[in-house]
C-alpha cells in the first residue's frame, strides 16, 4: 500500500517554520521538528526528504508568504517613492513589535549562507536579488515621473537600499535601541536625493 499523508502539510511547516526561526537550521534537530510538528520521522522523510528539504520548503514558504505578497502590494502602488517609504515604515513598524527579536527569516538565513546547500541559497539568492529589482524599478518609475533625479542611478541606489534593507533587520534583533530604527528611513531617501518624509 502506497505511502499517504496523514496531517495537515501546511500546518505542519508553520510549526517547523517557527522552530527553524527560533533556533537556526543548525540548532534544529530531528527530534525538535517531529515534536512540533506532530508527526514521526519517518512520516517527515516520507512528506519532506529530510530536514535540508523540509527547509527548503519553510524557507520557500515564508518568501512566498510574507515577502513577495508585500512586494506584490507596494508594486500595484502608483506612487513609486511611496511604495519605497511604505517598505521602510512597514519593516520600523514589524521590527518594533517583534518583542522575541526574531527578525526576518529570510536575513536569518542569509546570514548563515555559508552554512546552508544549493537549494537554500538559491532562495536566498533570488529573494535578495528580487528585492534588489523591486528598488531599481521603482527608483526607475520614480525618475520617468519626475520624481527623482536623473543624477540618480538606479543600480547603485537599489544595491544601496537592499543594504538599509539588510541592516535593518541584522540591528532589529536587539543590536540597537528601537528608536535607531525610524532614522534608517531618512537614509534610504538621502538615497534617493529626497528630504525626509
Known sequence: MPWEKKFDTEAALEKAMQVFWAKGYAATSLSDLTAAMGINKGSLYNAYGGKEKLFVAVITKYDLDCRRRLFASLDALDDPVE?????FEALIEESLQDDEAKGCF???TALEFPFHGPLVQQVVTSS???TEAFFQRMVARGQNRGQISRHVNPEEAAKGLLT?????R???RGAVMSASLPPIKKQAL??????AS
Open 164 to 168: 538599509l534593507v539588510m541592516g535593518l
Open 83 to 87: 511604495a519605497i517609504i511604505a517598505l
Open 170 to 172: 541584522v540591528l532589529a
Open 128 to 130: 535578495l536579488r528580487e
Open 190 to 195: 538621502c538615497l534617493l536625493g529626497l528630504g
Open 106 to 108: 529570510l536575513v536569518n
